[in-house]
């Protein structure tokens, strides 16, 4: 393995730190087998496979099909899908991206033009692209309409001739070769027949790895998600920071139901706002458009770099509050809290809030605290530098060098307790990737949780990590003779 592919492969090492960490790593014992695929291997950006086609098509079936498990929305009518919805699936050892997108119709209004342009933008994004037609129907002068739209966007294209459940269906597929797009895959999404042959196509129309690489390229807008339980201020907050009524709002909870995009300019900088539905105490509970709602507010935040935390500073801390800066800390994203409704407060209620985060926020006593008033625009100015310290927090790097000058020291000063007669030994570490800093630790034996914790809390103190999770996973070195 070169040094150049250790430095992509292993994390975010460069290739004199992954040199070095590989001479220590020989040094205590371990095998090149032993460290393989550090870190960095689930980080690798996916090649992305497009699945187009007017409504009613099955393509979320296909996608069903394709990612073998039922997590497309699927229903016997048309337009169920809506939004541009992504899956990992792997075909014969390659994992690929699928994006699902709803179906694209010619002159539509309203939602449903929404819908098609959320199409055309999935076939502007893809690597490549799976156009779907109905055999049982044959090309209509929509699947016409869209073919001229791949075509403009240049991607490669593999055509699947879907609902063909047996030979007699065969021929009716064979027409669509007049659409110019080549050979056509006759497919049964529902049964699964013709499936594996349509997937090694489209292997061949993927590139091994896409052009494009995860993060914000320079200069571009850092994203935020505001998140929260429904009714704390997102909507009146965003409004507030954008300086006009962007988004509906109403003493209804639940007003907002997709996530809302805002360009807004704040402290000389650009960033790109997302308002989210506020997330309900059981989203399996809930029903209909506040379920979908729900799931959409998820996906807003795997896309943004920093989460803001909503509470409403008016009332108890409650349990869901709690759940919602859980769920933006296993994403992995830079996390604020903001108490808003701060001017309703009086001196009664602040004693008791501080007693509540002291009691209940203690898992993220390292986020940034900022105090605002959505209504009045109250403090407004420091949420800025608390986003920046954040956001600064969640791509900090250690060389490995000087985290192990500090693990040395550690393990010096507070060995691990003896458990059965041994004392396992952090033996090195790395920084295998930041956004959000993930270590791993090499060790002699087994670390508890209170130990990892420890180490956590230690790590916090000396490099700061204002207002980012820290991920720490650790290796355990296998018994064998030394050569």
Known sequence: ????????????????????????????????????????????????????GRPNVGKSTLVNRIIGRREAVVEDKPGV??????????????????????????????????????AELGIETADAVLFVVDATVGATDTDEALIKIIRRAGKPTVLCANKVDGQSTEAEAAYLWSLGLGEPFPVSALHGRGSGDLLDAVMNALPEAPPQTFGVATGGPRRVALIGRPNVGKSSLLNKVAGEERVVVNELAGTTRDPVDEMIELGGKTWKFVDTAGIRRRVHLTAGADFYASLRTSAALEKAEVAVVLIDASETLTEQDTRIISMAVEAGRAVVVAYNKWDQLDEERRYYLEREIERDLVQVQWAPRVNVSAKTGRHMERLVPAIETALAGWETRIPTARLNAFLGELVAAHPHPIRG???????????????????????????????RRFVERRLREEFGFVGTPISISVRVREKRKRK
């Open 1 to 52: 393995m070169t040094a150049e592919h250790s430095a992509t492969g292993h994390g975010e090492l460069d290739a004199a730190e992954y040199a070095e960490f590989m001479a220590l790593a020989a040094e205590e014992g371990f095998d090149p087998e032993d460290i393989d695929g550090l870190g960095g291997a689930d980080h690798v950006p996916l090649p992305v496979l497009a699945v187009v």
């Open 81 to 118: 899908t809506r939004d541009r919805v992504s899956y990992e699936a792997t075909w014969n050892g390659r994992r690929f991206k699928v994006v699902d997108t709803g179906g694209w119709e010619v002159d539509v209004l309203g939602i449903d033009a929404m819908v098609a342009a959320q």
């Open 421 to 451: 007669g041994k004392q396992p030994r952090i033996l090195f570490g790395t920084q295998a990737g930041a956004r959000p800093p993930r270590f791993v630790l090499f060790a002699s034996g087994f670390l508890e949780a209170g130990y």
